[in-house]
């Protein structure tokens, strides 16, 4: 873990909290930070498939908010960009 992870899995808490209530229920909130958690701890997404599905499942989540008008998609796309950043990916381009 490193402060870049740390600071978007803040984030990714943060936005979890303020869409509590009125854009997410319980189930999803707990969707999205089993995901945080499980990629905040990831050292490599290919040895650990538990965190690759979590990742997949929030996925799947943001499609459906989406797809119901719960969230925008620019909203959905932050949200997926924080997380993917609580984990192991590689920054080089």
Known sequence: MNSERSQAY????KAVDDMSG?????GEQDTIR???DALIFCENLQTD???????????EL????????????????KLL????????FSRAA
Do not use: N, W
């Not at 009125?22 to 319980?26: A, C, R, V, Y």
């Not at 498939?49 to 996925?59: Q, R």
């Open 81 to 88: 960009t924080d997380l993917e950043s609580c984990g192991p």
């Open 22 to 26: 009125s854009k997410l229920h319980p």
């Open 10 to 13: 803040t984030r990714v808490v």
């Open 49 to 59: 498939p538990s965190a690759e599905e979590a990742l997949a499942d929030v996925y």
């Open 34 to 36: 089993h995901a945080a």
């Open 62 to 77: 943001a499609d459906k908010l989406v797809e119901a008008d719960r969230i925008s998609h620019d909203g959905a796309q």
